[in-house]
């Protein structure tokens, strides 16, 4: 795979990276992010549904695939991200009838293990 006009290949750009700079890998996977253009296929889509957005994009004078982008642009600006937190006391949420290993005992088994 190359990247970007440079063509930097994601296997190039891991290798120059230490093995314990978890930032520098997150960074990479951001400007990896922007130089790529994803592309998303929707398959088995009802045939009324294809003919609305037709129709829908060429009253909007935009070709079938820009109006699909635009939708989904408008669709995703108005969701919120939750925040870590909330995240957090979902997770929380989920497991809490789990039985629970508290950090210190996993921290110790492993020191043990070594």
């Known amino acids: 795979m190359r990247l970007g006009s440079r063509g930097l290949s994601r296997k190039w750009i891991l290798a120059a ?4 700079s ?3 890998i997150v ?12 592309n998303l296929h929707v398959h088995n889509l009802d045939d009324e549904l294809i003919a609305k957005l037709k129709r829908r994009a060429a ?3 935009r070709s079938t695939e820009a109006e ?4 989904l642009r408008q669709a995703l600006a ?3 991200e ?3 937190d909330t995240l957090a006391a979902e997770l929380r949420e989920l497991t809490k009838r789990r039985k629970q290993t508290p950090s210190e005992v996993l921290l110790r088994e492993g020191r043990d293990e070594q």
């Not at 990479?28 to 253009?37: G, K, P, Q, S, V």
């Not at 699909?68 to 939708?71: D, F, G, K, M, S």
């Open 82 to 84: 939750p925040s870590f």
């Open 59 to 61: 009253r909007h004078g």
């Open 22 to 24: 978890i930032y520098k």
């Open 27 to 38: 960074d990479i996977n951001d400007l990896m992010e922007a130089m790529m253009a994803g």
């Open 68 to 71: 699909h982008r635009e939708i």
């Open 78 to 80: 108005a969701e919120i």
């Open 17 to 20: 990276l230490d093995r314990d």
